[in-house]
C-alpha cells in the first residue's frame, strides 16, 4: 500500500512547482512574430479570389477534389453517349473486303445460320433480319469503334452487303436524303460504291454495293427492324 504522508508530500511539491511556473514571466513575442510571417508569406501567394459569406461558402481542399471528380464524370458520360459519325469512305473499303474475301467471314446460307454464327462469335452482336436476297456470308467488323454487324446477300449478278449497328451509338453523315413511302434514306456515293443508309427503331443501316441507288433504296426498303 502506498505511504499517505509520501502522496501527501508529492502533491505539495506538484502544486508548489506549478504555482512557480505561473509566476515565471514567459517572451512570446518571437513566436507571435513568426507566426505573423508565416500568415503574411501564405496571402502573398495565394491567388486572389472573391470572398463570399462563410455560411454560403467554404471552400476547402476536400470539395475542390470532390469537384474536379464530378464535373470529369460529367464530361466522360456525356463523350460516351455522343453517336460516332459513319464515315462512308471506311465503309466503302469494308464493302471491298467483304465482297473480295479478304476479312475473316462464315459463309452461311440463311439468316438463322448467320444470327447462330454471329452469336457464337461476340456477345450481344446485332441479329440479322429477314433480308431481300440469298444469304452468302455474315461477319463483324469494327468501324468508328463500334461493332458492325455485316451480311452479303446476292440479288440477281449483284453482290450487296447489309451493315446494321446500335443507333445509339452510330449515326449517319449528312447527306442526300430520299424519302420512300415515309421513309426516309441518306445516300453516298464512295469510290465507285453507292450507300443507302437510314435510321429506325434503334438501329443504323446502311446498305452498299456497286448496284445503282434505286436498286440498293429498294432492299433498304425491304429491311425492317
Known amino acids: ?10 502533491n505539495q511539491a506538484t502544486s508548489t512547482r506549478l504555482a512557480e511556473l505561473a509566476n515565471r514571466p514567459v517572451d512570446t513575442s518571437r513566436l ?25 461558402w467554404r471552400p476547402t481542399s476536400a470539395a475542390a477534389v470532390i469537384l474536379i471528380a464530378v464535373m470529369i464524370g460529367w464530361m466522360v458520360i456525356q463523350g460516351s453517349s455522343t453517336p460516332a459519325i459513319a464515315a462512308p469512305a471506311g465503309l466503302a473499303q469494308i464493302y471491298h473486303d467483304v465482297t473480295n474475301e ?3 467471314h462464315a459463309k452461311v446460307s440463311s439468316i438463322q445460320e448467320a444470327n447462330r454464327v454471329l452469336a457464337a462469335q461476340a456477345s450481344g452482336a446485332m441479329l440479322v433480319p429477314d433480308l431481300p436476297g440469298q444469304m452468302q456470308s455474315c461477319c463483324l467488323h469494327q468501324h468508328e469503334g463500334i461493332t458492325l454487324t455485316c451480311a452479303m446477300i ?23 436524303m430520299i424519302e420512300r413511302d415515309g421513309r426516309q434514306f441518306c445516300t453516298h456515293t464512295v469510290n465507285g460504291i453507292n450507300m443507302v443508309m437510314s435510321h429506325e427503331n434503334d438501329r443504323w443501316l446502311c446498305v452498299m454495293g456497286d448496284a445503282d ?7 433498304a426498303q425491304a429491311i425492317i427492324f
Open 1 to 10: 500500500m502506498n505511504n499517505p504522508n509520501t502522496e501527501d508530500r508529492l
Open 32 to 56: 507571435a512574430k513568426q507566426l505573423e510571417q508565416v500568415m503574411r508569406d501564405e496571402t502573398e501567394h495565394e491567388p486572389a479570389v472573391l470572398k463570399m459569406p462563410q455560411r454560403f
Open 102 to 104: 479478304l476479312s475473316p
Open 154 to 176: 446476292q440479288r440477281g449478278d449483284q453482290l450487296i452487303t447489309i451493315a446494321i449497328a446500335d443507333g445509339s451509338k452510330l449515326q449517319s453523315p449528312k447527306g442526300k
Open 213 to 219: 441507288m434505286e436498286e440498293l433504296i429498294t432492299v
